[in-house]
């Protein structure tokens, strides 16, 4: 059976050549990256490379790259390293509604520490108001916490805006770009950014490694402790291997970008406008410009978002409902809800993620297959009724 893979938000392939790359660090450059030997130091040296291949990617210097075990942890060494740096100055934490759940966690973990979160709300398009950031700040704030595009719907946010008003304000502005690097240009200097995390297989890497970028000069309070790896702000043996696919992956995605967007965005725009011509009741989520290259998120009226991908998965299309992290517990995603759709709909809802393998035909072949599947579920509905 054909199969096609299109939940490229939740993780993507390792590109071959990335897989070439790592080979070597298996099993003949396999030292131990503190060693003094030169096993060690063929390990170290290769960090060091990665190390500039993930930092010429989003405009940093290389010494502003701590290799993490990917956007969880990253996001967690940030949120947590930057509140308990800053516990003297305030206790206050700016993020938003539609925030991924290592962030929304985090902050929720920090509120039963005594520290007071604000989540902003969003528009139907799921952008944070600029104005509204600005109206939630207070004396006590010391970290803004906004995603730069957002795993569900694909809502790009004014980051570059938001980390001036940060700045202006002498706040740590960080952003989870795990979704948008390598999908979105984005330079840390440009948009203002103090801290920004990624994750390598997000972006055709391997799994269990990404990184956190924190500006020079930045006070963060290490939560892990150890050995000194990555100047003390992540102790633990470097994944090695990992680091150089996820270097490589970053190299890659840098060389491609505009190709790669100007690939997924076309896809992307075909999709949408087939399955909104093709299924009457069927509402695109997420805004119409300012979009991920790579995303597609619809509602069907009347329709079980988890009963649709089943059927689709019986066709052997991968897709999803909400984010994977919220796709096993039966809730409504609170990002959709979020941005105000009904928890009919919210149910209802399909997300498609492409990828710069992803083909014409894989798209044909959803919009083939889709139509039928949508009809024949809601003739089984009673919440259906055709005009
Ligand atoms: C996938 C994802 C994460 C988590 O990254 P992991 O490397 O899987 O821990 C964090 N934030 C966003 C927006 C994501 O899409």
Same mark, same amino acid.
């Given at each position: 059976?054909?199969?096609?893979?299109?939940?490229?938000?939740?993780? #993507?392939?390792?590109? =071959?050549? *990335?897989?070439?790359?790592?080979?070597?660090?298996? /099993?003949?450059?396999?030292?131990?990256?503190?060693?003094?030997?030169?096993?060690?130091?063929?390990?170290?040296?290769? $960090?060091?490379?990665?190390?500039?291949?993930?930092?010429?990617?989003?405009?940093?210097?290389?010494?502003?790259?701590?290799?993490?075990?990917?956007?969880?942890?990253?996001?967690?060494?940030?949120?947590?390293?930057?509140?308990?740096?800053?516990?003297?100055?305030?206790?206050?934490?700016?993020?938003?509604?539609?925030?991924?759940?290592?962030?929304?966690? #985090?902050? =929720?973990?920090?509120?039963?520490?005594?520290?007071?979160?604000?989540?902003?709300?969003?528009?139907? %398009?799921? &952008?944070? @108001?600029?104005?509204?950031? =600005?109206?939630?700040?207070?004396?006590?704030?010391? !970290?803004?916490?906004?995603?730069?595009?957002?795993?569900?719907?694909?809502?790009?946010?004014?980051?570059?805006?938001?980390?001036?008003?940060? &700045?202006?304000?002498?706040?740590?502005?960080?952003? /989870?770009?795990?979704?948008?690097?390598?999908?979105?240009?984005?330079?840390?200097?440009?948009?203002?950014?103090?801290?920004?995390?990624?994750?390598?297989?997000?972006?055709?890497?391997?799994?269990? *490694?990404?990184?956190?970028?924190?500006?020079?000069?930045?006070?963060?309070?290490?939560?892990?402790?150890?050995?000194?790896?990555?100047?003390?702000?992540?102790?633990?043996?470097?994944?090695?291997?990992?680091?150089?696919?996820?270097?490589?992956?970053?190299?890659?995605?840098?060389? +491609?970008? /505009?190709?790669?967007?100007?690939?997924?965005?076309?896809?992307?725009?075909?999709?949408?406008?087939?399955?909104? %011509?093709?299924?009457?009741? @069927?509402?695109?989520?997420?805004?119409?410009?300012?979009?991920?290259?790579?995303?597609?998120?619809?509602?069907?009226?009347?329709?079980?978002?988890?009963?649709?991908?089943?059927?689709?998965?019986?066709?052997?299309?991968?897709? @999803?409902?909400?984010?994977?992290?919220?796709?096993?517990?039966? #809730?409504?995603?609170?990002?959709? !809800?979020?941005?105000?759709?009904?928890?009919?709909?919210?149910?209802?809802? !399909? +997300?498609?993620?492409?990828? &710069?393998?992803?083909?014409?035909?894989?798209?044909?072949?959803?919009?083939?297959?889709?139509?039928?599947?949508?009809?024949? $579920?809601?003739?089984?509905?009673?919440?259906?009724?055709?005009?």
């Amino acid at each position: 059976m054909k199969r096609v893979y299109l939940d490229n938000s939740a993780t #993507t392939a390792v590109d =071959r050549a *990335v897989i070439e790359t790592m080979l070597p660090y298996f /099993d003949k450059a396999y030292g131990n990256a503190s060693s003094f030997h030169s096993f060690g130091r063929e390990a170290a040296r290769a $960090l060091e490379s990665a190390r500039d291949q993930v930092a010429t990617l989003i405009g940093a210097k290389p010494s502003e790259i701590y290799f993490t075990a990917g956007g969880t942890e990253s996001d967690n060494i940030a949120i947590l390293g930057i509140a308990y740096a800053n516990r003297d100055k305030g206790n206050h934490i700016i993020t938003s509604a539609i925030e991924h759940p290592a962030v929304l966690e #985090t902050c =929720r973990h920090l509120e039963e520490s005594g520290f007071k979160v604000t989540y902003l709300p969003v528009d139907i %398009d799921g &952008r944070v @108001s600029l104005s509204d950031l =600005r109206d939630a700040i207070t004396e006590e704030t010391i !970290l803004i916490t906004i995603m730069h595009a957002n795993n569900e719907i694909g809502t790009i946010q004014h980051v570059r805006d938001m980390g001036a008003l940060a &700045r202006d304000r002498n706040i740590a502005f960080h952003t /989870d770009a795990v979704q948008s690097i390598g999908k979105v240009p984005l330079d840390v200097e440009f948009s203002n950014i103090d801290l920004l995390s990624i994750s390598s297989h997000k972006l055709h890497g391997p799994k269990g *490694v990404g990184a956190l970028y924190v500006r020079e000069g930045t006070a963060i309070t290490p939560v892990i402790f150890g050995g000194g790896h990555e100047r003390g702000l992540r102790p633990s043996t470097e994944n090695v291997p990992g680091i150089v696919g996820f270097g490589k992956a970053c190299e890659i995605a840098h060389n +491609r970008l /505009d190709e790669d967007i100007e690939h997924m965005s076309s896809l992307r725009d075909k999709l949408i406008k087939g399955i909104l %011509d093709a299924i009457p009741k @069927s509402v695109l989520n997420g805004p119409c410009s300012d979009r991920l290259c790579n995303n597609v998120n619809i509602s069907f009226e009347a329709v079980e978002g988890e009963a649709l991908i089943l059927a689709l998965d019986r066709v052997g299309i991968a897709a @999803s409902t909400g984010s994977a992290c919220s796709s096993k517990k039966s #809730t409504a995603s609170h990002v959709l !809800l979020a941005t105000g759709l009904s928890e009919q709909m919210a149910y209802g809802s !399909l +997300r498609i993620s492409l990828s &710069r393998f992803t083909t014409e035909d894989d798209i044909g072949y959803v919009l083939e297959k889709l139509p039928p599947i949508v009809e024949r $579920l809601r003739s089984m509905s009673p919440l259906w009724k055709e005009e």
